[in-house]
Structure formats: C-alpha cells, structure tokens
C-alpha cells in the first residue's frame, strides 16, 4: 500500500499496462492489475525479477485513453499503456468512466 498522488504513473507487474493518476484519495490505496500491486513507472516489476502470471479473474484488459475511476469514485486513472490485466482498489475492480457527449454547434 502507498499513499497516490495526482500526476504519478504506475506501471503493471503482470503485463505492460501503464496508469496516470488523475484524482486520488487520502491515505495509503491498494491498486493492482491483473491481480498483482502496481509498481512506480520505471521501476523493475514482480518479486526478484520473477513475472508473476495474471490473475484469470481479473484479465479484462485496460485500453489506452480510457479512464477508470474507484465505486466511489474517489479514484480515477488514466491508462497510457494498454494491457491484459483488470485494475482493481482495495479488491474492487475499477469502473470504465463514461464520457459525456458533447452538445451539438452549428
């Protein structure tokens, strides 16, 4: 567990998923992809080095450009990287942000 900060990106231990935090919450947040906890950007993933497979139950993927944020919505990443693993906080699995449309100009 590690306290988030807005602007930090995380990386996935399990596949090459990458995240950019937009809004996080106060004190220390649990995120993990692909069933394993998210590492700071450029730091070497898993336990020595070792790829750790990923969960089947959280294999849903994240796709780049798409916003995830927590039930509560206390937290909202930003993928930068797509990959094979499912976010998830505290063992939620976080929600795709819907957009919203725009109005119409003419």
Same mark, same amino acid.
């Given at each position: 567990m590690a306290e988030l900060k807005t602007g930090a990106r995380l990386q996935s231990a399990v596949?090459?998923?990458?995240?950019?935090?937009v809004t996080a919450p106060q004190g220390d947040v649990d995120i993990t992809c692909g069933g394993a906890a998210m590492v700071a950007a450029g730091v070497a &993933? !898993?336990?020595?080095?070792?790829?750790?497979?990923?969960?089947?139950?959280?294999?849903?993927?994240?796709v780049i450009g798409k916003r995830y944020i927590s039930q509560d919505e206390s937290l909202e990443v930003l993928c930068v990287k797509a990959?094979?693993?499912?976010?998830?906080? &505290? !063992?939620?699995?976080?929600?795709?942000k819907e957009t919203k449309q725009l109005p119409k100009t003419d």
């Open positions: 596949c090459a998923g990458e995240v950019m935090v &993933g !898993g336990s020595g080095g070792e790829q750790v497979a990923i969960d089947a139950e959280q294999a849903v993927g994240i990959g094979e693993g499912s976010l998830a906080m &505290g !063992g939620n699995l976080l929600l795709l």
